[in-house]
């Protein structure tokens, strides 16, 4: 462990959460230098420390303090009872924890009142699911790959899931929705007591957030004439009022306009219909209220 009570020790994820995490450190000008320390790389931030390890173990060395701050999975924050502080969900990664089986073992969709072997990475809440719901059931432990134990070596699964394929390609029907989990930022409460780890954090958290909040929305130029702008600025949401400037020769105005992605295929029409000309779409890289 660092002798500097100053550093601030973040972990990153290995494995399925890598790729996001290191591409939205990246988008907000955050540098992580692999090379061949690849678990332990460098990074641009100063104060900072990185190691890379497994996001459970995440969780592990986030909820004993040998950690200040690190990405990990809301599944298993929960499935390991940790205290720990979120900090940011990045909303990536998004999976459901889910309770299925096979059809045939269903009663009109419920599951049958017989003993059940139900099969699950997540001790935890599994059992707090068996006992919440009052089934007759054991549950064992998976290690990976838990989808393939039924028939033969389990009558239900807990397992996560992104879209469901996996469980319908192995004939499973999901009967329940334990929680809902992505990649999220965490703190060891300790170290957000220390003013410089928390100001280092909050200066971390607000760098990753103008990113996300960019991916959600597009920049719109346009521009229009007096006679329309009421018009046309009334069905362009902004963050905060509209930005508009006088066009040459006093004939209109140039407005733009942060808007929400999912809602530009409706604006788009409801702008040149209303009078908008010369409409511009860029992507923005960062967003800060």
Known sequence: ????????????????????????????????????????????????????????????????????????????????NADLVELLDTE????????AAPDNL???????????????EYQVLGNEWIKKLGLNATLVRSYGATEVFPPEDADCIIDNTATGSTLRANNLTIVD???????????????L???VKREAAEKLVLLLSSVLEARKRVMVELNVSKEN????????????????????????????AAI??????????????????????TEISNIIP
């Open 1 to 80: 462990m660092s002798a500097d009570t100053n550093i601030v020790k973040l972990a990153l994820p290995k494995g399925r959460m890598k790729e996001g995490v290191f591409t939205l450190l990246k988008a907000a000008g955050i540098k992580v230098s692999l090379g061949s320390r690849e678990y332990r790389p460098g990074i641009s931030l100063p104060d900072f420390e990185v190691k890379v390890l497994k996001p459970q173990n995440i969780v592990e060395m986030l909820h004993i303090g040998s950690r200040d701050i690190g990405f990990a999975g809301a599944d298993w924050v929960r499935e390991l």
């Open 106 to 120: 269903l009663n009109n969709g419920e599951l049958p009142t017989t003993h059940m072997i139900i099969a699950s």
């Open 193 to 195: 007591e220390n003013p």
């Open 260 to 281: 929400p992605r999912k809602d530009l295929a409706a604006i788009i029409p409801e702008i040149k219909a209303r009078g908008g000309t010369d409409i511009v779409v």
């Open 229 to 256: 702008v009421e018009s046309v600025i009334s069905v362009i949401p902004c963050m905060r009022e509209h930005t508009m400037a006088a066009l040459h020769n006093d004939a209109g105005f140039a407005v733009r």
């Open 177 to 191: 929705e334990l929680m809902r989990s992505s990649t999220r930022l965490y703190a060891h409460p300790r170290s």
């Open 92 to 99: 990536m990664d998004p999976v459901r924890i889910v309770a």
